[in-house]
């Protein structure tokens, strides 16, 4: 069981990455405690999704591009990918924009802090083995933990907490903004499409699905302890101290720290945003190539070195990279990316739950289907989102 753990794990810890920390710690200094409720809410919804993208994985061998082909046709897994590349090309900005805003805390700018990053992950996927790839990924995701012993010196205040749970000002656009920005930071389209081809890339079958699911679980519970993590230290340190409304990076929340952590407070936060935007990083990137790769019948396994089959596979890994360094290096205003990426996902999310579930009832034997109440909790969970994303476009356009 402990073999086959890993695939839930690090897509988790890739959840939790750059953008959705700059988003957490933009929810807590912009509205304080009033949006942990919600980061809870997203537990359950989080895990069930998952939960069916592994049972589709470990039951069929296929990766999700490929059913989407199969069962809906080329022209749906084309639709689909181009969803996934919107995410996953959108992500990756945010996991530089996470790299240059904690390297420039140690004083490297983005100009040499983007490319080496981008150097290391395009040099990881010529690796040979996807297994080293996940043992180097669960390495760097560790590093965002460290928020959660920061949490316990900066003291939040639990009346207040208490009182802000009931909070929820949905007239509020700024709030209405946020509130979408995180669930397109819990629930992003490229995980999906990273743990089915995850789970086939270790070789895993069925009888691994019992190990899988604590795996999954375990990973929820842990990207979303350190999401809430997040809220509790920037409202507790920026909002409930009057430090301003609003994020303007990372150096912001470094120095917001300082009086509980000392000197520290820039080691914690270079230290876990560096290794939340890595972690995730290599998740997003091989997530939107594998969901390419499939629906257009490219060979894409990173367990052999590089061949002409695979070629396009690789160049689109690297394209992917090479774009999101650049339009880094050349953005002013990172946090603002990072939020605005965040709320795409939200957006995103009606296309690619509703080929989930689909693809649970037609790909999956009746066997390994949901049944009554499991199923019943699943789709109203997934509904509920996806009409949150189709409502969320015109409150926030108008």
Request: hydrophobic share 55%; charged share 10%.
């Amino acid at each position: 069981m402990l073999a086959a753990f890993g695939p839930g794990l690090v897509v988790m810890l890739a959840d939790t990455d750059a953008g959705s920390l700059l988003t957490a710690a933009q929810s807590g200094s912009r509205w304080g405690y009033a949006l942990v409720l919600p980061e809870l809410a997203l537990i359950p919804v989080l895990y069930l999704v998952q939960e069916m993208t592994v049972r589709l994985g470990l039951v069929t061998g296929r990766g999700h591009g490929e059913l989407i082909r199969e069962h809906f046709g080329a022209r749906w897994a084309v639709c689909s990918s181009i969803t996934l590349l919107s995410s996953a090309v959108g992500a990756l900005l945010t996991e530089f924009v996470g790299v240059a805003a904690a390297a420039a805390l140690f004083g490297v700018p983005r100009r040499v802090s983007v490319p080496v990053a981008a150097a290391v992950l395009i040099s990881l996927a010529f690796s040979g083995r996807y297994r080293r790839i996940e043992r180097v990924a669960l390495a760097f995701g560790l590093g965002e933990l460290l928020f959660v012993p920061a949490l316990v010196f900066a003291h939040p205040h639990l009346g207040t907490i208490a009182a802000d749970l009931r909070v929820a000002p949905l007239s509020q656009r700024s709030y209405l903004y946020l509130l979408a920005a995180n669930v397109g930071a819990v629930i992003m389209p490229w995980m999906i499409f990273y743990q089915q081809g995850a789970v086939i890339q270790r070789g895993l079958r069925v009888r691994s699905l019992r190990a899988q699911r604590l795996d999954t679980a375990l990973g929820t519970v842990v990207t979303q302890v350190v999401m809430v993590t997040v809220v509790l230290l920037a409202a507790t340190s920026l909002w409930h101290r009057g430090g301003g409304p609003n994020l303007s990076g990372v150096t912001q929340l470094a120095a917001a720290l300082r009086p509980e952590l000392g000197a520290g407070s820039r080691f914690v936060v270079g230290a876990a945003v560096i290794g939340a935007a890595m972690v995730a990083a290599v998740v997003v990137s091989l997530a939107g190539s594998w969901g390419l790769a499939e629906a257009l019948g490219w060979r894409h396994s990173l367990n052999s070195r590089p061949d002409r089959a695979s070629a396009a596979f690789y160049a689109t890994y690297v394209a992917a990279h090479l774009f999101g360094a650049l339009v880094v290096l050349s953005c002013t205003n990172l946090v603002q990316l990072a939020v605005g990426v965040e709320v795409m996902n939200a957006v995103l999310l009606p296309v690619v739950l509703g080929f989930l579930l689909a693809l649970e009832a037609r790909a999956l034997p009746a066997a390994h289907r949901m049944r009554g109440a499991r199923r019943l909790l699943a789709t109203c969970c997934c509904v509920a989102v996806m009409a949150f994303g189709l409502a969320i476009v015109p409150a926030l356009v108008l």
